[in-house]
C-alpha cells in the first residue's frame, strides 16, 4: 500500500474515529436534540467511512491487488 491507497485506508479510519465519537456523544447527550445531532453526524461519518472503503477496494482491483 503507497501513495493515494495509503491515504485512503488512513481516512477511512478517521472518518471511523469520527463516527464512534459522535455516537458516544448520542449517547450521553442529555437532550432529545443533541442526541438526534449526534447520531445523524454518526451516520454522515459511516457514510463517508463506507465511501473511502469502498473505493479504496476499487482502486486496489484495478491496481490487481
Same mark, same amino acid.
Given at each position: 500500500? $503507497?501513495?493515494? #491507497? @495509503? !491515504?485512503?485506508?488512513?481516512?477511512?479510519? +478517521?472518518?471511523?474515529? &469520527?463516527?464512534?465519537?459522535?455516537?458516544?456523544?448520542?449517547?450521553?447527550?442529555?437532550?432529545? $436534540?443533541?442526541? #438526534? @445531532? !449526534?447520531?445523524?453526524?454518526?451516520?454522515? +461519518?459511516?457514510?463517508? &467511512?463506507?465511501?473511502?472503503?469502498?473505493?479504496?477496494?476499487?482502486?486496489?482491483?484495478?491496481?490487481?491487488?
Amino acid at each position: 500500500m $503507497e501513495g493515494w #491507497e @495509503l !491515504f485512503l485506508k488512513a481516512m477511512e479510519i +478517521e472518518e471511523r474515529g &469520527a463516527m464512534a465519537k459522535y455516537s458516544m456523544a448520542a449517547e450521553v447527550a442529555e437532550t432529545k $436534540e443533541l442526541k #438526534e @445531532l !449526534f447520531e445523524r453526524l454518526a451516520d454522515e +461519518e459511516a457514510f463517508h &467511512a463506507q465511501y473511502l472503503q469502498g473505493e479504496y477496494e476499487r482502486i486496489m482491483k484495478a491496481k490487481g491487488e
